[in-house]
Antibody, heavy 120, light 111 residues
């Protein structure tokens, strides 16, 4: 059974860097085709894809946020970390990580989400 | 970027009645491999999204058969044959033909 859980601060100040960790089980990020993605959702608004990291360390980012995002993995800990620099109140959202398999083309399992508020 | 446009943005339905949500993409989601990269997610209040339909019309594991998807090219529809109270939530279409992945604005279904 695949599970994912996001963790990180619930409150960050403007201009600070946000670091979120996704801890997963039930799959390995060393298996060919597997990836973990990050998606966010501002309160009452739609979903926005942020980034992927694949089993082979290939990384993809949303073009609109590319300059602010970094995604990394630690396969020994079954974790994926997303950092977002220069946080702004418009970045207030629930941040989700999810399991992706390249040949399927969809997120099949999601974490419960990590709410983040950006405020001074 | 591929723009996904859903209509309506909200829908009030009587239990037992059908519901239909439209999703239009700004370009065809048909890939050269013959697959159409269009998906539907349900997000119940306070919950993460859950996959309902993959590749236009295939129900994901465990999804009730009252949910069905149809369409081709740029025009897609999610139908709920007989709405139940547990179907309350927001429904999103998503394309994964190309990066960036993009979602529709969401359709809120209320009873």
């Amino acid at each position: 059974q695949i599970t994912l859980k996001e963790s990180g601060p619930t409150l960050v100040k403007p201009t600070q860097t946000l670091t979120l960790t996704c801890t997963f089980s039930g799959f390995s990020l060393t298996t060919s085709g597997v990836a973990v993605g990050w998606i966010r959702q501002p309160p009452g608004r739609a979903l926005e894809w942020l980034a992927f990291i694949y089993w082979d360390d290939d990384k993809f980012y949303s073009p609109s946020l590319r300059s602010r995002l970094t995604i990394t993995k630690d396969t020994s800990k079954n974790q994926v970390v997303l950092t977002m620099t220069n946080m702004d109140p418009v970045d207030t959202a629930t941040y989700y990580c999810a399991h992706w398999f390249k040949n399927l083309g969809y997120f099949d399992c999601w974490g419960q989400g990590s709410p983040v508020t950006v405020s001074s | 970027d591929i723009v996904m446009t859903q209509t309506p943005l909200s829908l009030s339905v009587t239990p037992g009645q059908p519901a239909s949500i439209s999703c239009k993409s700004s370009q065809s989601l048909l890939h050269g491999d013959g697959r159409t990269y269009l998906y539907w997610y349900q997000q119940r209040p306070g919950q993460p999204p859950q996959l309902l339909i993959y590749e236009v019309s295939n129900r994901f594991s465990g999804v009730a058969d009252r949910f069905s998807g149809s369409g081709s090219g740029t025009d897609f529809t999610l139908q709920i044959s007989r709405v139940k109270a547990e179907d309350v939530g927001v429904y999103y279409c998503m394309q994964s033909l190309q990066l960036p992945l993009t979602f529709g604005q969401g359709t809120k279904v209320e009873i």
